[in-house]
């Protein structure tokens, strides 16, 4: 299949088909920001109730720069993944220090950001900024692996990502990766998933019992009641205290939590 071939059944899918989500109807950078951040690891249903609730809260990279840790953690609730918030928040920081709280149009500034990987650096810079910027996501390999390895295993993103770049639609990118995307997103709900086939794809662990369950119970403990000792937070929870005590030790030491006089508060 040439590049023409592809494109051309890609964006049909996507006419037929498009995804009617609320970051795709902005090209400010700060919303898109907070939109691919929140889309790490979870799924676009978990985001969709929390995006315009956190956006009306923290309307701008000054509000989230500004807030305090736990404000920024309970409207995180629900995500999963708090570190996720707190990074964002730090980046929200940097933007402010750094670049004059105008988020940056480089993939290569973007990318030095707290919690920026490569992946969010590149969705930024071709969403909000139109920028032909190659990246790929667990949809778009998705769809190359389907389309361009369909007999293999074990496929690297270092053999995909060349094929991102030599298919790009240059003129139109916000709408191709878009359409890579609901492209993707279909492959997955009618064959089985072919980023399976991805060396880079690893199993979630579930999340019942997992440490980011007890991580969570933490927190949310410690956002409905500021202080509590770990002795309190062992008595109001069901969980081993000595998982328990380690996850404590663990968010403290990423900045999370802080402990003082015996009790522990976020941030």
């Known amino acids: 299949m040439n590049t023409q071939q592809f494109q051309q059944m890609v964006y049909e899918h996507f006419q037929e088909n498009p995804r009617s989500l609320p970051w795709r109807s902005t090209i400010d950078p700060y919303r898109i920001m907070v939109s691919e951040v929140m889309l790490q690891q979870t799924q676009v249903e978990r985001v969709l109730p929390k995006y315009a609730a956190f956006l ?40 402010m220090a750094r670049h004059g709280g105008v988020v940056p149009d480089s993939a290569a500034d973007l990318v ?8 969010t650096a590149g969705a930024i810079a071709a969403f909000a900024f139109g920028q032909p910027t190659p990246f790929i996501e667990t949809n778009i390999r998705s769809v190359f692996i389907h389309i361009f390895f369909h007999d293999r295993t074990a496929v690297s993103d270092r053999e995909i990502l060349p094929l991102v770049e030599q298919t790009l639609d240059r003129d139109n990118i916000r709408d191709w990766y878009n359409a890579l995307m609901d492209y993707g997103a279909m492959l997955k709900k009618s064959i089985s998933n072919p980023s399976r086939r991805s060396r880079e794809h690893s199993r979630q662990t579930p ?22 000792s770990a002795g309190e937070i062992e008595q109001r929870s069901d969980k081993d205290g000595i998982r328990l005590r380690a996850m404590l030790g663990a968010l403290v030491s990423e900045g999370l939590l802080r402990e003082r006089d015996g009790g522990y508060r976020i941030g």
Do not use: K
């Open 112 to 119: 030095r950001l707290p919690g920026i990987g490569a992946y």
């Open 207 to 228: 999340f019942r019992g997992s440490n980011r369950e007890i991580r969570g119970e933490i927190l949310r403990l410690l956002l409905e009641t500021p202080g509590l």
């Open 56 to 95: 009306d809260r923290f309307p701008t990279v000054a509000a989230l720069a500004e807030a305090s840790l736990a404000d920024v953690l309970a409207h995180w609730q629900g995500l999963g993944y708090n570190r996720r918030g707190m990074m964002l928040q730090r980046a929200a920081a940097e933007i």
